[in-house]
């Protein structure tokens, strides 16, 4: 079994920051692609940002020069820095990983979603 448990969401004031985690744990051989992704109140859920093995990386244009991904390979943690946070980044945020759990075979995992909100 493969988890992905994500911490560091909150609430926080228009213009302040916060970082997000997300480790991935279980039975794992190699990871691939890890992103994040967000779901605000009567919306889609929508890609922020995503990061390869790597470390090559894209971003939604709503968050260039705010958010920065980045991985960390040997604790198979991908980690979500956001920086002059407005209200509209307020969402519930959820850790995605490409999985290769065992010799071809690969799936998507996601986490439990941790709650982002921005205050004006």
């Known amino acids: 079994q493969v988890q992905l448990v994500e911490s560091g969401g909150g609430l926080v004031q228009a213009g302040g920051s916060l970082r997000l985690s997300c480790a991935a744990s279980?039975?794992?051989?190699?990871?691939?692609?890890m992103g994040w992704y967000r779901q605000a109140p009567g919306k889609q859920r929508e890609p922020v940002a995503v990061?390869?093995?790597?470390?090559?990386?894209n971003y939604a244009d709503s968050v260039k020069g705010r958010f920065a991904i980045s991985r960390d390979n040997a604790k198979n943690t991908v980690y979500l820095q956001m920086n002059s946070l407005k209200p509209e980044d307020t969402a519930v945020y959820y850790c995605?990983?490409?999985?290769?759990?065992?010799?071809?075979?690969?799936?998507?995992?996601w986490g439990q979603g941790t709650q982002v909100t921005v205050s004006s």
């Open positions: 990061i390869t093995s790597g470390g090559s990386t």
């Open positions: 279980g039975s794992i051989f190699s990871i691939n692609t």
């Open positions: 995605d990983a490409e999985i290769l759990v065992v010799i071809g075979h690969m799936y998507h995992y």
